[in-house]
């Protein structure tokens, strides 16, 4: 992300969404945004605590909710009293909710702005490198619950998304990490992205090379929304890695993007062993993801109970046959497809997986 300010249009059907990138996104697009109007903002702890000054120039007189910061707080509890601050706050119907965090923050607010009298405007100000790439764009938003992450949710478009390289310098290095998880998606579904991380492997953990590859990452989200924004198809492609990526996750206390990182690994293993990815791209792919892996290093997932977390997959909205787990998995360059296996065929390939991999 340079200087030079970058819009991207996201036609949706439901809405079109202004997506404005740069290191002066914030200071060209919130005033705009806030003037005349009694408006709503929503952010976490650890957000509220690093960029005060950006709360004081922009946010002074208006209504500030404090979530704790943490995928626990994405709750129904949480979205009731997000709901109730809003109802105490006098919001009108043209009114806006400011969604200032990452991706539980934008999840939860996109809610909170789609049930607040029927849905009043959402804007976005995604604050990590996973949420500008990836969760703050394509108005998906969630809570989770009984253990099944975004499992109640709506589509709903944001009305504006402000990507600011501001809120990057504050991120420790394993934040930098959860948003290559997704980044690095990017690189199983469009053959430009899948050599330019190919050729930079060792450039992985550079907040410098990666701000770079925001607004790309965007555009290629926006045109796969605008194609399939109920994702009932081509949707599903954000989706690869997701799966597995989910029950690590959900049973390891990973955060998303790590989560995504290893998923991403099984899966392609799990494609190229059933002969469904090509051989050359798929080992180059594991390769990408084994770099961005060694990022920041964190503990690795004990896999020895994978066959009991791979139960959460039962759950994956993937799913369109009982019984049988859907996974996105790359196929080739600028190819990606699904398959689906039995629960114990896929837990089956998830070990020969593993051990393939040497995890
Ligand atoms: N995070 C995947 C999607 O927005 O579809």
């Known amino acids: 992300m340079n200087g030079q300010t970058q819009v991207v249009e996201l036609n949706a059907p439901s809405m079109k969404a202004r997506i404005t990138i740069g290191a002066n996104a914030t200071k060209e697009r919130l ?9 709503f ?38 979205l009731e009293n997000i709901l109730l601050a809003m109802t105490k706050a006098g919001l009108l119907r043209t009114s806006k909710l400011f969604a200032v965090g990452g991706g539980v923050v934008g999840d939860i607010g996109g ?9 009043i405007a959402c804007v976005q100000v995604p604050t990590t490198l996973l949420a500008q790439v990836d969760s703050g764009v394509g108005g998906k938003t969630a809570v989770d619950l009984g253990g099944v992450k975004n499992i109640v949710g709506a589509f709903y478009q944001p009305q504006e998304v402000i990507v600011d390289s501001r809120f990057l310098s504050t ?3 394993r934040e930098i990490k959860c948003g290559m998880g997704e980044i690095v998606k990017y690189a199983a579904l469009d053959g430009a992205f899948f050599d330019e991380l190919s050729a930079n492997t060792e450039r992985l953990g550079s907040l410098e090379f990666l701000s770079g590859l925001i607004a790309e990452s965007i555009r290629l989200k926006a ?53 469904v990815c090509e051989k050359e791209y798929g080992e180059k792919l594991i390769k990408i993801v084994q770099s961005a892996i060694a990022v920041a290093p964190y503990q690795k997932p004990d896999f020895s109970s994978i066959a009991v977390d791979a139960e959460k997959a039962k759950a994956d ?23 689906s296996l039995s629960f114990e065929r896929y837990v089956r390939m998830l070990l020969e997986g593993i051990k393939a991999l040497g995890l």
């Not at 903002?41 to 208006?62: G, M, P, R, S």
């Not at 989706?239 to 049973?251: R, Y």
């Not at 990973?254 to 062993?273: N, P």
Request: charged share 20%.
């Open 31 to 39: 005033p705009l945004l806030t003037a005349g109007q009694v408006n």
């Open 41 to 78: 903002v929503l952010t976490d702890c650890n957000v509220y605590a690093l960029h005060q000054d950006f709360f004081e120039e922009y946010f002074k007189n208006t209504e500030i909710y404090v979530l704790p910061a943490g995928e626990e707080y994405k709750t129904f509890q949480s």
């Open 111 to 119: 809610l909170a702005a789609s049930l607040y009298m029927r849905g």
């Open 171 to 173: 991120l420790p290095a």
């Open 223 to 275: 045109g796969v929304v605008e194609r399939d924004e109920k994702e009932t198809g081509e949707r599903k492609c954000l989706n690869v890695g997701h799966t597995t990526g989910h029950a690590i996750e959900l049973s390891h206390g990973f955060s998303h993007g790590e989560g995504v990182l290893y998923g991403m690994l099984l899966e392609t293993q799990i494609a190229l062993l059933l002969g």
């Open 317 to 339: 909205k993937k799913n369109t046959q009982s019984g049988l787990i859907t996974l996105a998995v790359a196929k080739a360059k600028n190819e990606w497809t699904t398959v």
